[in-house]
């Protein structure tokens, strides 16, 4: 049974830095695409950011890019997202994901994304 674990969430002040991690297992994930999305309160969840398995080509979105950076160590199955600088608009439930996909359309939706895990919470405050 594939499966993806996140830890590292917590609750930080404004400026603070969290790294969040992704432990795959069931699958070899070092071959998928993985993703961190995230959902704040009352709005959908959102696309934050993702990396190739071969590349290792990484997309942010604006909202964070500058201040995050997702890596991945495909030894160990895990994929990071180290996270700096953060902001009270930061604050939401954070999910990785993963894709066996090779396209390259649509790596920031949801519905490219086949493997969920259950969420990590972070909350930034002001």
């Known amino acids: 049974q594939a499966q993806l674990v996140e830890s590292g969430g917590g609750l930080v002040q404004a400026g603070d830095s969290l790294r969040l991690s992704c432990a795959a297992s069931g699958r070899t994930f070092s071959y998928y695409r993985m993703a961190w999305f995230r959902q704040a309160p009352g709005k959908e969840r959102e696309f934050v950011a993702t990396?190739?398995?071969?590349?290792?080509?990484?997309y942010y979105s604006n909202s964070v890019k500058g201040r995050f950076t997702i890596s991945r160590d495909n030894v160990k199955n895990t994929v990071y997202l180290q996270m700096n600088s953060l902001k009270p608009e930061d604050t939401a439930v954070y999910y990785c994901?993963?894709?066996?996909?090779?396209?390259?359309?649509?790596?920031?939706?949801?519905?490219?994304?086949?493997?969920w895990g259950q969420g990590t919470q972070v909350t930034v405050s002001s």
């Open positions: 994901a993963a894709s066996r996909s090779s396209y390259e359309f649509g790596i920031t939706t949801n519905a490219f994304y086949y493997y």
């Open positions: 990396i190739a398995w071969n590349t290792g080509t990484t």
